[in-house]
C-alpha cells in the first residue's frame, strides 16, 4: 500500500470515529510510520487530537479525529 492509499485508508478509518495507535496502524493498513501519516492529514487541514496513553510502564500515541461538535463548541 502507497503513503497516499495508507493517508486515505486512516483518513477513513478515523472518520468511522474510530481511534487508531501505531500497532493499529501496523495491523490494518500495513503502515510503520503513524506519525508521518497524522502529519499528513494534518497538514491537509484535518484536526486530529493526540493522547498518551500509559500502559504497564510504555507509552504511546493515540490519534483521534476532533469532531465537529467539538470544534463548534470551541
Do not use: C
Request: aromatic share 10%.
Amino acid at each position: 500500500m502507497s503513503r497516499y492509499s495508507q493517508t486515505r485508508a486512516i483518513l477513513g478509518w478515523l472518520e468511522k470515529g474510530n481511534s487508531i495507535t501505531p500497532i493499529d496502524a501496523l495491523r490494518k493498513f500495513g503502515s510503520f510510520r503513524l506519525g508521518a501519516r497524522i502529519w499528513d492529514l494534518r497538514r491537509a487541514g484535518h484536526p486530529i487530537e493526540k493522547t498518551l496513553i500509559h500502559v504497564r510502564g510504555k507509552r504511546f500515541a493515540e490519534y483521534r479525529l476532533v469532531s465537529k461538535l467539538r470544534r463548534a463548541a470551541a
